[in-house]
């Protein structure tokens, strides 16, 4: 079965400073891998989406992940966070795409001034 | 506006009384879902739809019925409700199911079962 484990609960980071949210996943093929953002008190947005090609993907508000097969990851960046990039981010692994998809349990971010 | 609605956002209910929370969308797409959110365990996948008149369960499906008589709508129908189903849930839909179409995700329900 599919599985997606996202170690981090919380992060803090100073306004400025860069951003890797970690995500590994199980999965026994080739995986459909999401990162998705939920503001508070908001439903989710998509972020950036991988499914083959170039393993570094570049998705919305400057973000960008990495696929690393050997190591069954697909961490979340961004050079510079923004104070509005406080969110809990969600990692997403898909069978047969976004058909069905299993989630982290998500990692809440704070950042401070 | 392309959207996906939810109602009702908030709902109290008591323990076997049945209720329906409605979701529908207005971009034409083929592919919807219903997920629950709980603390600490993330989003997880009740049913989906992949047309009319086709349904498939998710992840955690005890409990709850769908339906899929038109594109548009989605509704999620909980026959007789119970406390561990108090969470907050969200619809979502894409235009093809299978691919990394973009899901776009309702505001959400939040369902307290009493």
Known sequence: AQSVTQPDIHITVSEGASLELRCNY??????YLFWYVQSPGQGLQLLLKYFSGDTLVQG????????????????????????SDAAEY????GRFGNEKLTFGTGTRLTIIP | EAQVTQNPRYLITVTGKKL???????MNHEYMSWYRQ????????????????VTDK????????????????FP???ESPSPNQT????????????????????PGTRLTVL
Request: aromatic share 14%; with cysteine.
């Open chain 2, 58 to 73: 998710g992840d955690v499906p005890e409990g709850y019925k769908v339906s899929r008589k038109e594109k548009r709508n």
């Open chain 2, 76 to 78: 999620l129908i909980l």
């Open chain 2, 38 to 53: 709980d603390p600490g365990l993330g989003l997880r996948q009740i049913y989906y739809s992949m047309n009319v008149e």
């Open chain 2, 87 to 106: 969470s907050l849930y969200f619809c979502a839909s894409s235009f093809r199911s299978g691919t990394t179409d973009t899901q776009y995700f309702g």
């Open chain 1, 90 to 93: 969600f990692c997403a692994v």
């Open chain 2, 20 to 26: 329906t929370v409605t979701c529908s969308q207005n």
């Open chain 1, 26 to 31: 199980s999965y026994g093929a080739t995986p």
């Open chain 1, 60 to 83: 919305i508000k400057g973000f960008e992940a990495e696929f690393k097969r050997s190591q069954s990851s697909f961490n979340l960046r961004k050079p510079s966070v923004h104070w």
